[in-house]
């Protein structure tokens, strides 16, 4: 924190003393609204230079300060009060009473969370998960965002070391999802800061299941930002960290990450054999899932290992793809999407252009429907590529 910021005179406004609960310097409150603005489709904006006189509560001649329409709705929304609340001045006497007796509240909730409680909120995420596949993180994304505050402050308030590491388990796994969704939605580097309090909270769980599955979850966002090396030997590390204390469906979901990773560098060969060793691991059954979840089945690896087959431009990508596309389950709508770029990748490497352009329009379709940013430049791309095809001039002498 800067030295201009100690906390040493009394809060003059509810805006200041919540910059305080944060424990956030002006600059950073700045740079939290900004990407908060980012995420939630704000117009309004707050600088370092206005957010000082907002929190003071009046203007230099003494004036009380107003901030634009734009800029009150943001802050109200970020922080839960009304503008006139947030610039009003705090009661201190109130304040301390007030937080007393939210500790003694989140204390006595901490206490009450139980097997039933738990249940509860896998539940929860079970529900918020369909949501999310089907609608995507437009729809989803707000929710999980909630569930991942509220089971921070039960796990924050909770003094039961198997509490804990229970909620600290199941707060890796909205993690995850939310660091999923972010990267859908094109945030990187919100994805990112996603995982790492991911993997934070699955090491508090004690279980090795749930940190090497937030470690790999985030090797995607390396892809993404063609950090391919640097994926493939994370994925590497954590496979084979995995070989000897974790179920054989998520050995079989991390080689086929591994087999992701290394399609993406271009290690064709490496890559089929990841594909063939997570088809071996695959359990016949994996519908008892006693850690992470993984969506992972015969026709979902059929998917992924077609994704790796189009990504290194093999024609069979085609065929596995698209047996794939006709046993998908229809609520896996993000899933359709991004096979159905992947096909339409395939056939544009194989010259089959209109093939190639209806599977891009239907994934077009689908990605504005769930608000995937990441396929729709993966679309984008490909249209280009299209286009670029068709404005080729003929050589001369041949036929047009």
């Known amino acids: 924190m800067a030295a201009d910021e100690v906390y040493e005179a009394p809060p003059r406004t509810v805006l200041e003393r919540k910059l305080r609960e944060r424990s956030e310097t002006h600059a950073e409150f700045v740079r939290a609204a900004e990407e908060f603005a980012r995420n939630f489709g704000e117009a309004g904006t707050v600088s370092e230079r206005n957010l000082k006189r907002l929190v003071a509560g009046r203007n230099r001649d003494g004036s009380r300060v107003r901030p634009r329409p734009a800029t009150a709705r943001l802050l109200e929304r970020m922080l839960g009060l009304t503008i006139d609340e947030l610039l009003s001045p705090p009661d201190l006497v109130r304040s301390v009473e007030t937080g007393e007796q939210e500790l003694r509240q989140m204390l006595s909730a901490a206490r009450r969370v139980n097997t039933e409680v738990l249940a509860l909120l896998h539940e929860q995420l079970t529900a918020v998960r369909r949501l999310d596949r089907q609608l995507g993180a437009a729809v989803a994304h707000d929710e999980v965002a909630t569930k991942i505050r509220q089971v921070v402050r039960l796990r924050s308030h909770s003094l039961t070391p198997d509490t804990r590491a229970e909620l ?9 999802l939310a660091g999923w969704q972010a990267l859908d939605m094109g945030a990187v580097a919100e994805s990112w800061q996603h995982y790492e ?27 993404e930002v063609n950090e391919t090396a640097t994926a493939v030997e994370l994925l590497r590390t954590t496979e084979q960290r995995a070989r000897r204390d974790v179920g054989r469906l998520l050995r079989s979901w991390l080689a086929a990450a591994y087999g992701e990773a290394l399609a993406a560098h271009g290690q064709r060969s490496e890559s089929l054999r990841a594909f063939d060793r997570a088809a071996s691991l695959l359990p016949p059954d994996a519908s008892t899932l006693d850690g992470p979840y993984v969506a992972l089945d015969p026709v979902h690896l059929a998917r992924w290992r077609g994704h790796a087959l189009a990504r290194v431009g093999e024609p069979e990508a085609v065929e596995v793809l698209s047996s794939a596309l006709s046993r998908l389950d229809p609520t896996f709508t993000r899933a359709e999407t991004g096979l159905r770029v992947d096909l339409a990748t395939a056939f544009s490497a194989m010259g089959e252009r209109e093939q190639g352009r209806l599977h891009a329009d239907r994934a077009a379709v689908l990605a504005a429907e769930i608000g995937s940013a990441r396929q729709q430049r993966r679309i984008d791309h490909i249209r280009s590529s299209l286009k670029s095809s068709d404005t080729v001039q003929p050589r001369r002498g041949s036929r047009p």
């Open 197 to 223: 309090r991911a993997k934070e909270s699955a090491h508090e769980s004690e279980d090795v299941a749930f940190e090497v599955h937030s470690a790999a979850e985030q090797a995607f966002v390396l892809i």
């Open 168 to 176: 600290a388990a199941l707060l890796a796994e909205f993690g995850t």
